[in-house]
């Protein structure tokens, strides 16, 4: 079943949404919101040029424990050639242009204006964190961002104009949250980028559980 918000804030239980996680239409893109919506794992999707806003909340969850993740040979050899420099929070807004710009062209187009915006006021009040890949020359390469709730990062996009610099970036998340504490990379969908890192699917109740630590 598919819910209609209002202007309440609110959420239906997830686990009465479709069996593809799409849970919700409508509302709005407020803080308020949307850390509503994270809290329980949903998380907006939509195609903004065609579409009112998509709530989705899949019951299996595909996540990538810090600790767990995988760093292939060759990822090895490129960090240790020291060719990339790695940062956290200091090219929020260029991050997630670049997502935009990727996903437009990509024919997603789930991140547009509306999207963006709300992604930059959490950004603004603490709520969001990107993850910037430099090459030597100190241009942005690659990327990712997401909203941070509680242990857990909810990874939202990413990007690479080089080969290998979304990896590098989800690598160094991976060792930021290992060395703060944190528990859980929420993925949201599988791809077989994703997967090669060691994404796997875990049952919604046992997601929850490190989304209230």
């Given at each position: 079943?598919?819910?209609?918000?209002?202007?309440?804030?609110?959420f239906p239980n997830p686990a009465l949404g479709?069996?593809?996680?799409?849970?919700?239409?409508?509302?709005?893109?407020?803080?308020?919101?949307?850390?509503?919506?994270?809290?329980?794992?949903?998380?907006?999707?939509?195609?903004?040029r065609n579409s009112p806003i998509q709530w989705?909340?899949?019951?299996?969850?595909?996540?990538?424990?810090?600790?767990?993740?995988?760093?292939?040979?060759?990822?090895?050899?490129?960090?240790?050639?020291?060719?990339?420099?790695?940062?956290?929070?200091?090219?929020?807004?260029?991050?997630?242009?670049?997502?935009?710009?990727?996903?437009?062209?990509?024919?997603?187009?789930?991140?547009?204006?509306?999207?963006?915006?709300?992604?930059?006021?959490?950004?603004?009040?603490?709520?969001?964190?990107?993850?910037?890949?430099?090459?030597?020359?100190?241009?942005?390469?690659?990327?990712?961002?997401?909203?941070?709730?509680?242990?857990?990062?909810?990874?939202?996009?990413?990007?690479?104009?080089?080969?290998?610099?979304?990896?590098?970036?989800?690598?160094?998340?991976?060792?930021?949250?290992?060395?703060?504490?944190?528990?859980?990379?929420?993925?949201?969908?599988?791809?077989?980028?994703?997967?090669?890192?060691?994404?796997?699917?875990?049952?919604?109740?046992?997601?929850?559980?490190?989304?209230?630590?």
């Amino acid at each position: 079943m598919v819910f209609q918000l209002d202007d309440k804030l609110w959420f239906p239980n997830p686990a009465l949404g479709d069996s593809d996680g799409m849970l919700a239409v409508g509302g709005d893109l407020s803080v308020d919101r949307l850390l509503l919506a994270y809290s329980y794992g949903i998380f907006p999707w939509y195609d903004f040029r065609n579409s009112p806003i998509q709530w989705w909340c899949p019951l299996e969850r595909f996540v990538i424990f810090p600790s767990e993740i995988h760093i292939s040979h060759s990822m090895r050899t490129l960090i240790n050639k020291g060719k990339y420099v790695m940062s956290f929070n200091q090219a929020f807004d260029e991050v997630i242009k670049n997502c935009g710009n990727l996903r437009i062209e990509e024919r997603g187009a789930w991140l547009g204006p509306e999207m963006t915006e709300a992604y930059k006021e959490l950004h603004r009040q603490g709520l969001a964190g990107s993850v910037e890949v430099w090459d030597e020359n100190d241009n942005l390469v690659g990327g990712l961002y997401g909203v941070t709730i509680g242990k857990c990062f909810m990874g939202e996009s990413m990007f690479s104009l080089v080969p290998s610099a979304s990896k590098l970036a989800l690598i160094f998340l991976a060792n930021i949250m290992k060395e703060n504490g944190g528990v859980l990379i929420d993925c949201q969908f599988e791809t077989p980028h994703l997967k090669s890192m060691g994404g796997k699917y875990i049952p919604y109740d046992e997601y929850m559980k490190y989304l209230r630590m």
